[in-house]
């Protein structure tokens, strides 16, 4: 089962178009628990340090990145079932990407499509999927394969 309060996204840049924030209050509903800490965007090198100053000891480190693998809705609600014991921390980079340190750090490597989004999007599109995998994984209606 997924739970969303043992899962925290860390994202650079804040939200700007409202119909984004307000596509992403819906699901911030539908996943109580979930937690979003937004990093000041800056230098990828920079947006490194802040996004590790933020990460807890105890969470698996997810980077958002066009190089990580794919996997259709229905195989990232299994791997996050296959999480289910583990705190993971889900990071969305700035405008000019992820570190590759930072990269390097990962536990795994997560790539939403091989095209490349504005994060603002990244951020929704992800909590989308992080609903439509709690969703699966509990049988409901959301998910029509």
């Known amino acids: 089962?997924?739970?969303?309060?043992?899962?925290?996204?860390?994202?650079?840049?804040?939200?700007?178009?409202?119909?984004?924030?307000?596509?992403?209050?819906v699901y911030l509903k539908r996943l109580?628990?979930?937690t979003i800490v937004e990093c000041k965007d800056s230098t990828p090198a920079r947006e490194r340090e802040a996004i590790l100053a933020q990460l807890r000891?105890?969470?698996?480190?997810?980077?958002?990145?066009?190089?990580g693998?794919?996997?259709?809705?229905?195989?990232?609600a299994e791997a996050l079932r296959g999480s289910a014991s583990d705190r993971l921390a889900f990071v969305i980079?700035?405008?000019e990407g992820i570190d590759p340190a930072l990269k390097q750090q990962a536990a795994?490597?997560?790539?939403?499509?091989p095209m490349t989004?504005?994060?603002?999007?990244?951020?929704?599109m992800l909590?989308?999927?992080l609903y439509r995998a709690q969703t699966i994984l509990q049988g409901g209606p959301y998910h029509k394969a």
């Open 1 to 25: 089962m997924l739970n969303p309060s043992r899962i925290r996204v860390l994202a650079v840049g804040r939200i700007r178009k409202r119909w984004v924030s307000d596509g992403i209050a």
């Open 32 to 34: 109580p628990g979930l």
């Open 57 to 67: 000891p105890e969470e698996r480190l997810v980077v958002l990145t066009e190089e």
């Open 69 to 76: 693998s794919t996997a259709d809705s229905l195989a990232f």
């Open 93 to 95: 980079g700035g405008a």
């Open 108 to 113: 795994w490597r997560l790539s939403l499509s």
């Open 117 to 124: 989004f504005p994060h603002e999007i990244a951020r929704l």
């Open 127 to 129: 909590i989308e999927q």
